[in-house]
């Protein structure tokens, strides 16, 4: 479990990230997609962060942005306090100081997991190989029996045994899942602070998602690390934070709208799109509820044009006129740590004077959103 009240490992400070793009097809100008707008996230020691969303909120692009693979547009990635690009910059011209981490501290700090293992792993190396990579570039001072040793010892946990059968293979000859162990067992003998796991187990079978999680947490607690999980499944995300004392982001349309404990966010959501998430999640839903999504459209905005005021207010049942026109800030309303961009969570907020948006509008009952359950 991570310690809030010390300073955060990573700092993402009001970070946005936008693309802009020519236009298709010969249509004149560019656009500029907003994939994160003005996002503000501290990821601690030992902490688990999942972030949930639908398909192009910018869970990926954040979750770059937070390891310092993706630059962003706006705002600033700490690292232990250094702010990442500049001191990549400043270490490109100059070398870096003593103070400072260097650019390779950085990157071996800040490691990746993806979807697609089979792609990241080189096809033309062994297992034994692939993982003597890291441990001959920051532990050179093991002899090649001790990372024999090693390897063996890792694969082993991890259930490939006999493991000197498993270390001679090539990454084709090995199952979706034990690509994926090898590629968290390669990222994680870089000795990293943060994980970012995106997709790590949706490819997976639905019975190898909970094996892969509980052996990520198992490995968190023997190599020290923080997970930034992403994942289009509430259900896994909730899986994953509630083990480990972590939290989970809920996103939409580049923006966070709420995070909080697995608790605040399965079993007392406050914001009206959590509650889609929710519902739209098989395994969580509350079957004694609705059978209708509670939106009042299915259409998800365009985040190269994303609505004024609030982005939700498009789809949100509960959006009044004020929703058009101000945006919601994340913020603490309990004080419970928990936090929500939604007026609804001030009682004296001008939003409780104004019309509702549209009160004809019944719950639209076909289909669910893109972030269900498989
Ligand atoms: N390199 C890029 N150039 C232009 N647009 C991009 C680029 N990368 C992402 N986008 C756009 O930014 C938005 C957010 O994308 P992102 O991949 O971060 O979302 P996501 O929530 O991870 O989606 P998914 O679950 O489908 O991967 C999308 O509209 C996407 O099309």
Redesign the pocket.
């Known amino acids: 479990m991570s310690n809030a009240d010390e300073p955060p490992l990573l700092s993402i400070e009001n970070v946005s990230v936008h693309?802009t793009?020519k236009r298709l097809f010969g249509l004149a100008g560019s656009e500029t997609?907003h994939?994160?707008d003005g996002v503000s996230l501290d990821i601690h020691e030992n902490d688990v962060v999942a972030l949930v969303?639908?398909?192009?909120?910018?869970?990926?692009?954040?979750?770059k942005t937070a390891i310092g693979v993706q630059r962003p547009t706006a705002g600033r990635v700490r690292y232990r306090g250094q702010n990442i690009w500049e001191s990549m910059e400043r270490n490109g011209l100059f070398g870096s100081t003593t103070e400072e981490h260097s650019e390779t501290e950085i990157r071996r700090a800040l490691q990746m997991i993806h979807q697609d293992p089979g792609s990241s792993l080189n096809a033309n190396y062994t297992v034994e190989s692939i993982l003597a990579d890291p441990l001959r570039r920051w532990q050179s001072e093991m002899t090649s029996a001790d990372r024999r040793a090693r390897i063996y010892g890792l694969l082993e946990y991890v259930g490939m045994t006999p493991a000197a059968d498993y270390a001679e293979r090539y990454p084709h000859q090995l199952s979706g899942g034990e690509q994926q162990r090898v590629a968290l067992i390669r990222a994680l003998l870089m000795n990293p602070d943060v994980i970012l796991a995106?997709?790590a187990i949706s490819a997976l079978d639905v019975s190898l998602r909970v094996e892969m999680m509980e052996l990520m947490l198992e490995l968190q607690a023997q190599f020290d690390t923080s997970y930034l999980f992403?994942s289009?499944n509430l259900a896994n995300a909730k899986h994953l934070t509630q083990q480990a004392g972590g939290r989970i982001g809920i996103?939409y349309l580049?923006e966070i709208v709420e995070i909080g404990t697995p608790k605040q966010i399965i079993h007392d959501p406050q914001h009206p799109y959590t509650k889609v998430l929710l519902w739209a999640t098989s395994d969580l839903r509350d079957r004694s509820g609705v059978s209708d999504p509670p939106v009042r459209s299915l259409d998800v905005p365009d985040?190269a044009d994303p609505p004024s005021g609030c982005r939700f207010h498009t789809r949100c049942p509960e959006a009044r006129a004020a929703c058009t026109r101000d945006s919601p800030v994340l913020d603490d309303h309990d004080g419970d740590g928990r936090r929500t961009a939604c007026f609804r969570q001030k009682s004296d907020h001008p939003y409780w004077e104004s019309e509702p948006l549209d009160d004809d509008i019944a719950l639209q009952s076909n289909g669910a959103t893109s972030a269900d359950t498989d």
């Not at 969303?53 to 979750?63: I, N, V």
Request: proline share 4%; with cysteine.
């Open positions: 693309f793009s997609v994939a994160v969303g639908e398909s192009g909120c910018g869970k990926t692009t954040l979750g995106d997709e992403i289009h996103m580049g985040p």
